[in-house]
C-alpha cells in the first residue's frame, strides 16, 4: 500500500507564497515521476508541474517562472514552491505519484486560497 500526502496549503495575499509539500510512504519501489495538479472550483483537473526521477522539471505555462519543484529523495517527498502567487492559483493542489511498473497514486490535496 502507498500513502500519498500533502501539506502546505492555506490562505495567501495575492503576490505572496506558499510551499507545498508531498510526501510518499507504504511500500514504495522505485518512483518514476512525482507531479502536482490542481483543480480549481468548477473546473477540470489541470496539470502543474513534474519532477521525473531522471530528466528535466517541467511546468505548465501558466506557472512557469513563478513555481519551483524541487525533491527530497531519501524522504521521497517533493516541494513546490509557488511565489507571486495569483487569484487564479486559487484550487485544490494533488499530488501524483506515478512508479516505474506504471502504478499511480493520488493524495486527497490541500487547499490554496489567494485573495485579491
Known amino acids: 500500500q502507498v500513502q500519498v500526502v500533502e501539506s502546505g496549503g492555506g490562505l495567501v495575499q495575492a503576490g505572496g507564497s506558499l510551499r507545498l509539500s508531498c510526501a510518499a510512504s507504504?511500500?514504495?519501489?522505485?518512483?518514476?515521476?512525482m507531479g502536482w495538479y490542481r483543480q480549481a472550483p468548477g473546473k477540470q483537473r489541470e496539470y502543474v508541474a513534474l519532477?521525473?526521477?531522471?530528466?528535466?522539471?517541467n511546468y505548465a505555462d501558466s506557472v512557469k517562472g513563478r513555481f519551483t519543484l524541487s525533491r527530497d529523495d531519501a524522504k521521497n517527498t517533493v516541494y513546490l514552491q509557488m511565489n507571486s502567487l495569483k487569484p487564479e492559483d486559487t484550487a485544490v493542489y494533488y499530488c501524483?505519484?506515478?512508479?516505474?511498473?506504471?502504478?499511480?497514486?493520488w493524495g486527497k490535496g490541500t487547499l490554496v486560497t489567494v485573495s485579491s
Open positions: 519532477i521525473p526521477s531522471s530528466g528535466t522539471t
Open positions: 507504504g511500500s514504495i519501489f522505485r518512483i518514476n515521476a
Open positions: 501524483n505519484v506515478a512508479f516505474v511498473n506504471g502504478r499511480n497514486y
